[in-house]
């Protein structure tokens, strides 16, 4: 196929998706893939690990790895290598091949590996199988976890620097994680990632840990290299030592009990899978089968069945109870670094350096998935309880897995390469370990660190020596941050006065200013309403003016009636008395006609003048009677107008006083007015400086809780490493007096026997005193020189024994002397030692409370 055919192909391939809704065939969509990246290297001529993809015949066969794809799995090793996350990579240059290419060669395996549109798909090789954890995980044994409580903190090696950690295990069901040390194994809780406990070992090196599936019993293997190994269980309530099995003459490299605890099963260097009887210590079998070193044994949980796995890539599963051979699951292209079986013993799991994890199903013992996990190899592998894990690998890298297989978290950049990995109880934490002897603690769900454990703690007065070094520190800063906080409380609750007084006066002077504001306004209706009285008394006072001017005229025209009224009667009585002055002189006149006509029209004169004198006084006095009316109008139309001047000027007065205090109402409005803008202006400058002290508060209580904080873990370590170290005592004291009652026990032993070889002695050397006393009275008594020869040398050898058994007797007197001393020395050492012994359980029983 020409060059510009196979980019055309595979551009149809990335550039037209419903290609691959129809048959994804080996002739049409997945050779093209292979001429294009992989035919250099895998043809018939060049075939590279024995592998040739040019045919499709030559393709189905695989490479001397064995077959590369199968039919319906999509974890084929083909998928893995072309992602580039197992080797070989494929190409072995340049970037993986593209996704839409790979989705190509993963529809091509689903579809079953058809070599063209006529073939007929083949079925998978794999059975199916239900991977779903059976039963309810968290379905755990009755009563509480098991939990380390007062144990040992008193570490029984410090080195000068940390080692690779070997292994590391969390509890099935308490918050507790065990990590192999140098010559002991810790117990570290996960919650607080504090120290709970120090199991010694003292017999080498602990390599591989193990909880039973109640969580109550640690197994522990190892030893010393080339030359011993054992394994020991822990209760890890108490830190019991309830069982040693397994001599090896090698260190154990993997070991674990059986759920019923009747049989250990060790693995190591020396390719055999050993079962132990865990009653009396004896081997129970042998199995050769693994050429090479075993790295990983793991019983099922229920018990029924144990995998092996060895630094060759082979891995087994045999009966649990006899050790007959159950499966052999081959796949692996290099060493096992584990195997373990799920909660449910249904699925085992078994990481390689091959950089592989594949699960097997222990019905029929077939793979039923397989994820190349990490680049360079699987370092470790861990199960969670709900069916979840966790991998570790040489790429630096961790992973988190979900139930289904599917990659859930990566924690990338490891400090160095990750030798074991733990997931806690609760599948909140993972802790990864390394081989600096680092162990980091991640939160599962953002994949950060959350802290860090020791894995070479120091000694109890060294952590003693050091918080005492903290003490200082610790309190400085609690007592720096305490008086930030006060001062930053106090200038939050002066600004917050300031903003209530800043507030109360908005309040008043927005008062103030309303009260200025209806002052004014009810000057202003005032000021109108005075005005329009002004103008209606003004009106009134134009009216009684008027009115009285009206009156008065009307009064002076009346007067001046009076008065022409008056000159009238006047007039009339002037004339009237002329006329009878003319009357009287006419009647001096002497001629009597004359005097009689003269004073007959006198008479009549002064008769019509009396009648005019009469009527004019008459008019005259009903003038000056109608005059009272009008001079009583007149005074009432003053007085009326005088009362309206009055009302007038008044009202003007005050109209002229409201005037005058509009301008001062009007700048009692503006005062307020401009104190409200100020005073408002000023509340959120000063809620703005209550906000900084609220934050700067905020700030310094953060800092004040956390120096509190400190303090309390402060005191709560120098309580609890106090306490330790009381318990370190008592424990060391416990053993001086078990030691010193056991001396007791042999001394009064030895000195029964020696006191009963004292008597012996002297019963002995009384009969051999009384023998040779015998014999010297014989002495005394022979004449036979023979005889005599005789009984002196009985009596040279009684001599000697006598001296030999005085000697004793000496020797044996001497040493029951001592012993009675070293007795009489021992006993009240115990009795003191038993008296420290309770004073420090008394001490320690009161510091139970505080010790948390």
């Not at 699960?359 to 998935?369: D, I, L, S």
């Not at 020189?785 to 001497?814: C, V």
Request: proline share 4%; hydrophobic share 35%.
């Amino acid at each position: 196929m020409s060059r510009l055919a196979v980019h055309f192909s595979v551009f149809c391939l990335s550039a037209c998706p419903w290609v691959m809704a129809d048959k994804v065939t080996y002739d049409e969509h997945v050779l093209p893939i292979f001429e294009q990246a992989c035919l250099n290297c895998h043809n018939p001529d060049k075939a590279k690990g024995g592998l040739d993809l040019s045919t499709y015949p030559a393709t189905m066969k695989g490479g001397s790895g064995g077959k590369i794809v199968e039919a319906g799995d999509t974890g084929s090793k083909l998928i893995a290598v072309v992602r580039q996350t197992a080797e070989p990579i494929m190409p072995p240059e340049g970037d993986a091949l593209p996704n839409d290419q790979i989705k190509t060669l993963e529809a091509w395996i689903t579809g079953g590996l058809l070599e063209n549109s006529s073939s007929k798909a083949k079925k998978p090789t794999k059975p199916k199988f239900d991977t779903a954890l059976a039963g309810d995980p968290s379905s755990r044994p009755a009563g509480p976890p098991p939990f380390p409580s007062d144990l040992l903190l008193e570490p029984a090696t410090v080195a000068p620097r940390t080692s690779a950690i070997h292994a590391m295990v969390t509890s099935p069901w308490a918050p507790l994680l065990a990590v192999t040390g140098q010559n002991q194994v810790l117990l570290y809780s996960t919650s607080n990632l504090e120290l709970v406990g120090i199991l010694p070992f003292p017999e080498g090196e602990p390599v591989s840990l193990a909880f039973t599936p109640n969580g109550r019993y640690l197994i522990t293997g190892g030893g010393i290299a080339g030359k011993s190994g054992v394994t020991v269980t822990f209760d890890v309530t108490t830190g019991e030592r309830v069982l040693t099995a397994a001599k090896e003459f090698d260190t154990v490299l993997s070991a674990d009990l059986s759920p019923d605890l009747s049989r250990v099963v060790t693995g190591s260097p020396s390719k055999l899978i050993k079962l132990w009887n865990s009653e009396d210590g004896s081997r129970l079998a042998a199995i050769k089968k693994h050429t090479d070193w075993i790295m990983s044994v793991d019983f099922s949980n229920d018990g029924i069945l144990l995998a092996t796995g060895d630094r060759n890539g082979g891995v087994w599963v045999w009966e649990g109870t006899t050790g007959n051979e159950f499966h052999t699951l081959r796949g692996h292209q290099a060493g096992i670094t584990e195997v373990r079986f799920r909660a449910d013993s249904n699925i085992l799991a078994s990481a390689s350096e091959d950089g592989s994890v594949r699960f097997w199903e222990m019905n029929g013992g077939k793979e039923v998935k397989k994820i190349d996990a990490h680049k360079g190899g699987v370092t470790t592998f861990a199960w969670g309880i709900d069916g979840t894990f966790a991998t570790a690998g040489r790429d630096k890298t961790a992973k988190l897995w979900k139930p289904d297989f599917g990659q859930q978290k990566t924690i990338p950049k490891l400090p160095d390469i990750p030798t074991s990995i733990a997931l806690d109880t609760e599948n909140k934490r993972v802790f990864v370990a390394d081989y600096q002897g680092l162990i980091a603690a991640y939160d599962t769900r953002s994949g950060k660190q959350v802290g860090t454990i020791d894995s070479n703690p120091p000694t109890i007065p060294t952590r003693l020596a050091s918080l005492e070094k903290e003490r200082v520190t610790v309190l400085k800063e609690f007592d720096d941050s305490n008086a930030a906080h006060q001062a930053s409380v106090a200038k939050v609750r002066n600004a917050e006065v300031r903003l209530t007084e800043n507030r109360k006066a908005v309040v008043q002077s927005k008062e103030a200013h309303q009260h200025a504001k209806q002052a004014h306004e009810e000057h202003k209706r005032l000021i109108q309403t005075t005005r329009q009285k002004v103008d209606r008394l003004n009106q009134q006072k134009a009216q009684a003016n008027q009115a009285n001017q009206k009156a008065v005229t009307e009064a002076k025209n009346h007067d001046r009636r009076i008065q022409d009224a008056q000159q009238e009667v006047d007039q009339l009585g002037k004339r009237l008395a002329a006329t009878k002055e003319s009357r009287q002189a006419a009647e001096k006149e002497k001629d009597e006609t004359k005097r009689a006509a003269t004073l007959q029209s006198h008479d009549q004169q002064i008769q019509q003048q009396s009648k005019q004198l009469a009527t004019a006084e008459q008019v005259l006095a009903e003038l000056r009677k109608q005059a009272t009316p009008f001079d009583t109008r007149r005074d009432e139309t003053q007085q009326h107008l005088q009362r309206a001047s009055d009302e007038w000027n008044r009202e003007k007065e005050a109209l002229a006083k409201h005037d005058a205090a509009l301008p001062s109402l009007k700048q009692a409005i503006d005062q307020t007015a401009k104190r409200i803008k100020e005073l408002e202006k000023q509340g959120p400058e000063i809620q703005k400086s209550i906000d900084e002290a609220n934050k700067e508060r905020s700030e310094t209580g953060s800092r004040l809780w956390k120096a509190r904080l400190a303090l309390n873990h402060h005191a709560h370590l120098v309580r609890r490493w106090s306490r330790a170290e009381l318990l370190s005592e008592i424990l060391q004291t416990r053993q001086r007096i078990a030691d010193d009652q056991l001396k007791s026990e042999e001394l009064a032993a030895s000195f029964a026997a020696t006191s009963k070889q004292v008597e012996a002695l002297q019963v002995e050397l009384a009969e051999k005193r009384q023998e040779l006393g015998a014999i010297l009275g014989q002495l005394a008594a022979v004449t036979d020189d023979a005889k005599r020869t005789e009984l002196l040398a009985l009596e040279a050898t009684l001599t000697s024994i006598i001296e030999d058994l005085e000697s004793n007797m000496t020797q044996a007197s001497s040493q029951l002397s001592k012993q009675r001393g070293t007795l009489d020395q021992l006993l009240p050492s115990i009795h003191r030692r038993r008296k420290e012994l309770a004073t420090h359980q008394t001490l320690y029983d009161s510091r139970s409370g505080t010790s948390e």
